[in-house]
């Protein structure tokens, strides 16, 4: 058996920059510095958008150049309307991986860095330099028509072979914006359930994912829940307890242990970082899949989560939560910085806040009085 110094674990869907992204290679800077201005300027307040590229001039800004040049490592500018960080080290690939990890697509330009997938744009000015640059065109999306150009280049034809390429004129400004409008949606990560059920339910006094609501332990109510709901559902715990449940549920062990319910999204993403986690804990007798559904609906995965917003604390509620593929970095980050709050993420973050149906779902019940007064209810 071949000895494996490290563990293995899955890898976010990063490229050179971020999760989806696009270089536009095959023309001017100035066309595709126009070209990515008009996406941004159609999708930018609905996604999240970022664009990269270079610049060789000097600099060009008294504030960066003097502190800069005198040994800073970074200057920070408030301008205002944005912000500005700029730093002396350049940043590598892990680097900028970081810095556009909330990023729902970044349009880079390919005459400069390279990316996952490619719009090529056919130019007469660019196509030698185009040509030199096939074996970076490793999944071309789009083929785009400049000036009087109408035929792809033969050792385009060649490379594409079998594969059906679209192709439009640079002027064909609703046609590229359905491309663009599909593209987005299809960066959607697709969603996984997570029933937090790895308490040990202290107050309690018993396991509060065994109490029978609903004819069957609640944590399998929720569970059933999630699958009906197109969320493929596991259970999450200790692991001991995990084991327990292994033969009759699909099952995520906690590996980031003692942070109670911050640990156990953080496992969530460790086990598969991209997916979305619609992460619902089973102390919840009055959780519906109605409710569960209007949340569902009012997804933005722009964000990086969608949560409900609970009248009784004024707070969203972690607990019934959609968590992006894009929070993970941040959960990390807040861990670092000696937080295991999902709470205080999600307030201190970029996130859709929604309002419940019905406030009373989301009713946590942590002892045996309150359990007992639910119970009663439901016999009324």
Request: with cysteine; aromatic share 10%; net charge positive.
């Amino acid at each position: 058996m071949k000895h494996t110094k490290h563990t293995k674990m899955t890898r976010p869907d990063f490229g050179e920059f971020g999760r989806s992204e696009t270089a536009l290679v095959g023309a001017p800077c100035g066309l595709i510095q126009n070209f990515a201005r008009r996406i941004l300027e159609k999708f930018g307040e609905q996604y999240h958008i970022a664009y990269a590229d270079a610049d060789h001039a000097a600099f060009d800004n008294p504030v960066k150049t003097k502190f800069l040049a005198a040994g800073a490592s970074a200057v920070y500018t408030d301008r205002n309307v944005y912000e500005s960080y700029d730093f002396a080290d350049k940043a590598d690939k892990f680097e900028r991986n970081r810095r556009f990890s909330a990023a729902d697509l970044v349009l880079i330009n390919g005459n400069h860095f390279a990316g996952k997938k490619q719009i090529v744009f056919i130019h007469p000015k660019k196509a030698a330099s185009l040509e030199r640059k096939r074996e970076k065109l490793t999944e071309t999306e789009l083929i785009v028509f400049t000036e009087a150009e109408t035929e792809i280049p033969t050792w385009l034809s060649a490379d594409l072979g079998d594969r059906k390429v679209p192709t439009l004129h640079f002027d064909e400004v609703e046609k590229i914006n359905a491309f663009f409008a599909k593209k987005l949606k299809n960066t959607v990560a697709p969603l996984r359930g997570l029933v937090l059920a790895g308490g040990k339910s202290v107050r309690m006094g018993t396991d509060k994912g065994a109490i029978n609501y609903h004819g069957k332990p609640q944590r399998e109510y929720v569970y059933e829940m999630l699958g009906r709901l197109g969320a493929t559902p596991f259970l999450s715990g200790r692991k001991a307890q995990t084991e327990a449940w292994q033969a009759d549920f699909s099952v995520l062990p906690d590996t980031f242990t003692g942070l109670g319910p911050f640990g156990a999204i953080l496992s969530a993403f460790r086990e598969n970082p991209n997916t979305a986690w619609l992460c619902v804990a089973c102390d919840l007798p009055l959780l519906t899949e109605k409710a569960l559904q209007h949340l569902i609906d009012r997804r933005d995965p722009s964000k990086i989560a969608t949560a409900f917003h609970n009248p009784a604390t004024d707070f969203p509620e972690p607990l019934i939560t959609i968590w992006e593929p894009k929070s993970y970095p941040i959960l990390l980050h807040f861990l670092s910085l000696g937080y295991s709050c999902p709470r205080k993420v999600l307030i201190n973050s970029d996130v859709k806040i929604v309002q419940p149906l019905n406030k009373e779902v989301l009713k946590n019940v942590n002892t045996a009085a309150e359990r007992d007064e639910v119970e009663r209810d439901f016999r009324r």
